[in-house]
């Protein structure tokens, strides 16, 4: 089957799947009793009609990038990554290992550090589900979604227990230090003369665009990126050229865990300032639908 004009890839499919979208969204508030008419008006008013809204829009938008970009590097490869709940929950275990036990001068370098961090567990908590893939034929959809189940009570223990401060009641870490917090963009939207009154957008939403600029460039500008593609369109063919499918499968995983884990950065060291129970918020799973 011939591939799609580019204007049409570009234009016209992300055009019928918003109409789509809108059309089936309509419906189901209309089954409920309420005017479509009314709820698109405040959803699109909230979101996109003032300064404050868009802060809070980037803000999220900045953690469905990360995840987003998790699911989108397993796809190409044929791969399925259901687990990104999960890694980006290990990915917060990271932060918050960075973040609480180095004293950190400035900003610029906790966010490497912590971006290492995350990243790092992030690719640990997904190579597992790829070697059992790659190496004992175990599925993909059906290991990263147990694994997030894994993920979250291993959350519940070390948020009770080891990294929970003497006297809190609450499952959370103490709160980083001034060097372990991000700046706000905030004064983007004053230079544009928008007056936001604060939002928890932040210094990661440019990481976050760099990330993906990065993994356009691996995917489509790279040989690993044509054996991935490869491997998605037909297995047959990239066996027959000789690409490991093994090495392919584990390889794209771990890049896909540690893309999931860096969305920790955004919510925990860009707004909240701690790693708490509840910061994934099922973004992990928002991720497949973007």
């Not at 590097?73 to 990104?84: K, M, T, W």
């Not at 979604?145 to 003497?166: C, D, H, Q, R």
Request: with cysteine; net charge positive.
């Amino acid at each position: 089957m011939d591939r799609l004009p580019r204007w049409a890839d570009l234009a016209l499919v992300p055009f019928v799947s918003l109409a789509l979208a809108a059309i089936i969204s309509a419906l189901v508030i209309i089954a409920i009793g309420q005017d479509p008419w009314e709820a698109i008006t405040v959803m699109v008013e909230g979101s996109l009609m003032n300064a404050y809204g868009w802060g809070y829009t980037l803000y999220y938008a900045t953690s469905f990038i990360f995840t987003g970009l998790a699911v989108t590097v397993a796809f190409h490869a044929g791969l399925f990554n259901i687990g990104g709940e999960g890694q980006a929950q290990l990915g917060g275990l990271g932060v918050a290992l960075a973040c609480l036990f180095i004293p950190w001068p400035h900003w610029s370098l906790a966010l490497i550090g912590a971006a290492l961090g995350a990243a790092a567990f992030g690719a640990a908590w997904a190579a597992i589900p790829a070697y059992l893939q790659a190496k004992r034929g175990s599925h993909i959809v059906i290991t990263t979604i147990m694994f997030n189940y894994i993920a979250g009570s291993l959350m519940v223990f070390m948020l009770n227990g080891p990294l929970k401060p003497l006297g809190s009641m609450a499952p959370q870490t103490r709160p980083f230090e001034v060097g372990a917090q991000l700046p706000k963009l905030n004064w983007i939207f004053n230079l544009l003369g928008a007056n936001v009154r604060s939002s928890p957008l932040n210094i990661t939403f440019l990481l976050a665009l760099l990330m993906a600029f990065l993994i356009w460039l691996l995917i489509w500008r790279t040989k690993f990126g044509y054996e991935l593609r490869t491997l998605g369109y037909s297995p047959k063919a990239a066996r027959y050229a000789g690409i490991s499918e093994k090495r392919i499968t584990i390889l794209t995983m771990l890049i896909s865990g540690a893309l999931a884990g860096m969305m920790a950065l955004n919510p925990t060291m860009g707004d909240q300032h701690n790693v708490s129970l509840d910061f994934v918020a099922g973004e992990g799973f928002v991720g497949i639908a973007v």
